[in-house]
């Protein structure tokens, strides 16, 4: 997926006070980091922002962090967040890759909100629902694993069942059109869901979990 790149994106994003910069030094301490006991949810492929400063804004008792690799896509999150106070909100700009190295089982939900389909075959390794990365998130998920993800891609819908119900998740719900759903869920739509749901195309929701 290709990008509009903002000048001088690094030094905006380094110094806006939501990102944390070398969040590899709170790793096992991110309840420490945030001063409570209070649930921990990530955000990976977080782009402009929308949905994890509106979770944050909606549930003050839980921490919210979210993870983006490109920093000229963070930039819009950044000035969201200018004229706000949310003490339950951090952002990172970092691999997804790399998760491992910033939490030590401390997350107790796991968002993949319209991440990067990467349609083609031969870029399935970069799918956050990759057995890699579900790997990955086996080492920073708290006690329960808890994943919710939402698409309007269906193939990488239909990539992401597979890949979650040969790991071993059971889905708690699943929507092949959630803004239809004749059982509506409590939901906070990205930037580009609203763009979708404009359009009419059928949005894609799981709520997948896997107890020990």
Not at 76 to 97: F, S, T, W, Y
Not at 150 to 173: C, I, M, P, Q, V
Request: proline share 4%; charged share 30%.
């Amino acid at each position: 997926m290709e990008y509009v790149k903002i000048k001088n994106a690094d030094r905006i994003v380094k110094d806006c006070p939501y990102v944390v910069n070398n969040p590899k030094t709170y790793k096992g301490k991110w309840n420490q980091f945030f001063q409570n006991g209070n649930p921990i949810c990530l955000e990976l492929g977080m782009g402009r922002g929308d949905f994890i400063i509106e979770m944050a804004r909606k549930y003050p008792n839980i921490n919210f962090i979210g993870l983006e690799a490109v920093d000229s896509q963070m930039v819009p999150a950044v000035q969201h967040l200018r004229n706000e106070k949310l003490a339950n909100l951090k952002l990172i700009c970092g691999d997804a890759m790399e998760i491992d190295q910033i939490f030590q089982k401390e997350i107790d939900t796991i968002y993949l909100t319209f991440c990067d389909p990467w349609p083609k075959k031969h870029d399935d390794k970069k799918r956050f629902t990759h057995i890699n990365y579900l790997k990955k998130y086996d080492k920073v998920f708290k006690k329960q694993k808890h994943i919710i993800l939402k698409t309007d891609n269906k193939g990488f819908f239909a990539y992401s069942l597979e890949t979650l119900s040969n790991y071993w998740y059971t889905f708690k719900r699943v929507s092949l059109d959630l803004h239809h759903d004749e059982n509506p869920i409590s939901n906070v739509m990205t930037n580009y869901e609203k763009q979708y749901f404009k359009e009419g195309r059928p949005i894609y929701y799981v709520d997948a979990r896997f107890e020990e």
